[in-house]
């Protein structure tokens, strides 16, 4: 029996091999990247500057890698049907073992792109991880549009709210009957009902507009579709859905004709305008004064940051709809929210009592924190981590994963309901972000720090028991924080490059 010792040895060896190979999965979301980097800074004859030169090529290298591969995915796709796409996107939890709460570029489709713009569409949410069921029917889409360009008319089977958070538009909408034009700035929000025939324009002469929509599909549940008037060379015309023969009746307009009309707009859905039609388009405007919230028309836009902010301070401001109040969201139970974060200062931690809240990041930098016991790998769940950004602890209760993830402009990143959530702005900029709260209604939002933390509401006893601390002791630090819901950020930031982020 010489060799029966050997087999606890093979089987030890085995799993810490096994422990190596899930600790490295956990660590990286991209091996390649990893190694690459890894390699860079492991090089003896560089200094400090040419081992950063050397892992930012490896990240554009990633980036360009990546592009291709989206590419070639979306050649594919393109010989399948939209129903095809449907039914891939409804499987779900294709790439689970990412932190499933953040997006960024590469998760965006884009719809439309023409030299003067281009709309985006996020994936569904439900697409990443099936832990974003509760808000598998919202979509998020972001049009970008040069200055002085005309966005076709178009509907959507979806109930559509926008916000417009930078630059200044002409909506115009058709209502039986009725056109109705709305010229919108920084901070507008506005309602179009599903199916509402709508047009715009971007009337600046020098800024790019930039709008968030969030949409609610209303016939296939979270996938919405447009449906362009005019189309173009990105997108058809719905008429042309038909046959000539149904056609030439319904419009009593020879085909010859009708083929000039609908072959005539080669440019795609976001085109150049001239001064003239925009100064002319801009003009139309004929709605009374903004009378919202009290009384009037409830498709008007109002404005969020003609509010007074429900949070301010030196370190932030946090306007926000409140849902009673605002009749356009109500329906839809939503709520809009925007946090102007001070640089070097941060929001929170704090949680959503029901609402999951969805943030785009519009302007800035920073990064975000959250506590997640679902991604957590201890205890009996079995559920798979998040990002790098695991720190594990050994409990056999709960525990929760540390997710975090690195924010820029254009990202966006989602806070469930019951979901402590911290945002920090990064040192040199202002972090500046929109968020559509679903499912407002009867939101609370519970502070875990700064005056009214709920740990300040507790019982000495409770205090004192929770945490077998006096309570004396618990209320010294619970109450050093004497600032609210914005507070002046960590002293220490993440680097780039931070293992955390990779
Ligand atoms: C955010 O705050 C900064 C600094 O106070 C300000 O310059 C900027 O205009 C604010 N942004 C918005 C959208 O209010
Ligand atoms: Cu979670």
Redesign the pocket.
Known sequence: MAFKPKIPIALLLLTSLLAICAGLALAMQDPELKQCKHQCRHQRQFDEQEKEQCQRSCDEYHREKKAQERAERRRSEEGSSREERYEEEELGGEHEEENPYVFEDEDFETRVRTDEGRIQVLEKFTKRSKLLRGIENFRVAILEANPHTFISPAHFDAELVLFVAKGRATITTVREEKRENFNVE??DIMRIPAGTPVYLINRDENEKLYIVKILRPVSVPGHFEAFHASGGEDAESFYRGFSWEVLEAALKTRRDQLEKLFGKQTQGVIIKASKEQIRSMSQHEETPPRIWPFGGDSTHPFNL?HKRPSQSNQFG?LYETDPNECKQLQDLDLMVS?A?I?KGSMAGPYYNSRATKISVV??GEGYFEMACPHLSSSGSRGQREGSGSSRRRSRSGPTYQQIRGRLRPGMVFVAPAGHPVAVIASRNK?L?VLCFEVNAQGNIRFPLAGKNNIVNEFEREAKELAFNFPAREVEKIFRNQDQEFFFPGPSRQPEEGDRAFE
């Open positions: 920084q901070g940051f401001r925007f102007n001070t519009v302007e202002n500046q």
